[in-house]
């Protein structure tokens, strides 16, 4: 998660649905930024980035004790792709 908050400035979690259910918590997730630095090998475009994702929370004594996510990085790589290019990167 480090790398991510210093590749993309204004790193921002947008909880777009939430389920919760017993001890678990599902959500869809929206991550952004903005690329300022290297990020899945690709330099910096400046441009916002976006992608979806969802995330499993499960809990204990009232406190987060898993994490599980998945995020559309098949479609966030074609962005960096995209904006990388049109810097002549």
Request: hydrophobic fraction near 40%; glycine fraction near 10%; include cysteine.
């Amino acid at each position: 998660m480090s790398l991510i908050v210093k590749a993309l400035d204004k790193f921002e979690c947008t909880f777009l649905q939430v389920i919760c259910e017993e001890e678990n918590a599902y959500a869809r997730i929206k991550f952004s930024g903005i690329h300022q630095d290297q990020f899945m090998g690709y330099s910096p475009s400046g441009k916002p980035e976006s992608w979806i994702g969802s995330v499993e929370f499960k809990f204990r004594n009232g406190k987060i004790s898993e994490l599980w996510a998945l995020g559309d990085l098949h479609g966030l790589v074609q962005q960096l792709r995209d904006n990388s290019a049109g810097l002549g990167l």
